[in-house]
T-cell receptor, first 115, second 115 residues
Framework: DVKVTQSSRYLVKRTGEKVFLECVQD?????MFWYRQDPGLGLRLIYF???????EKGDIPEGYSVSREKKERFSLILESASTNQTSMYLC??????????????FGPGTRLTVT | AQKITQTQPGMFVQEKEAVTLDCTYD???????LFWYKQPSSGEMIFLIY??????QNATEGRYSLNFQKARKSANLVISASQLGDSAMYFC????????????FGSGTKLNVKP
């Protein structure tokens, strides 16, 4: 089974703090993704990475950066957390297209509250 | 333009009955993939089923089947013999071959299974 883990299920941070959200996958997947999910807005892609040290902006990259130093690990960084970044953050990973398509497998999510 | 439309914000179904969750999509691409995910209240997005646009047979996975009607651009999820544990949000998603990493998610359907 694909396993995607995220460092925290719940996180509370103060405005202006630097926040690190970590994601690890154990299936040797090439692609990794960070989404945020907000009521009424669905899932929105923040960044994704298709290889080590490679990244591409998604739909809402402002206020975020990412790091992928190892294939299995993809980090989301909030340089200076703000209250409008309070959200559910979901990490996902996928392999290259194959017989089963390019299914994205998700981690359990991190509920981040910025006060 | 909305790529994925789920018109049922919420649905109720009696335990042990079958239920259909609607999904329509918009694409001019000939090659694409359609996915359904389940999100329980715990937050994790669980992959349920995949249908490729060139697959002639409807996909099935246990109690889940995908009713794929290409000409109508619909990809409805059918859950047979509903169980209480099926109560969750369900998301339909699409990815297009020329940009397979980009997933378009619908707004979701909240399914409640009544005992």
């Amino acid at each position: 089974d694909v396993k995607v883990t995220q460092s925290s299920r719940y996180l509370v941070k103060r405005t202006g703090e630097k926040v690190f959200l970590e994601c690890v996958q154990d299936m040797d997947h090439e692609n990794m993704f960070w989404y945020r999910q907000d009521p009424g807005l669905g899932l929105r892609l923040i960044y994704f990475s298709y290889d080590v040290k490679m990244k591409e902006k998604g739909d809402i990259p402002e206020g975020y950066s990412v790091s992928r130093e190892k294939k299995e690990r993809f980090s989301l960084i909030l340089e200076s957390a703000s209250t409008n970044q309070t959200s559910m953050y979901l990490c996902a990973s996928s392999s290259l297209p194959g017989l089963a398509g390019y299914v994205q497998y998700f981690g359990p999510g991190t509920r981040l509250t910025v006060t | 333009a909305q790529k994925i439309t789920q018109t049922q914000p919420g649905m109720f179904v009696q335990e042990k009955e079958a239920v259909t969750l609607d999904c329509t999509y918009d694409t001019s691409d000939q090659s694409y993939g359609l996915f359904w995910y389940k999100q329980p209240s715990s937050g994790e997005m669980i992959f349920l089923i995949y249908q490729g646009s060139y697959d002639e047979q409807n996909a099935t996975e246990g109690r889940y089947s995908l009713n794929f009607q290409k000409a109508r651009k619909s990809a409805n999820l059918v859950i047979s013999a509903s169980q209480l544990g099926d109560s969750a949000m369900y998301f339909c998603a699409m990815s297009q071959s020329y940009n397979f990493n980009k997933f378009y998610f619908g707004s979701g359907t909240k399914l409640n299974v009544k005992p």
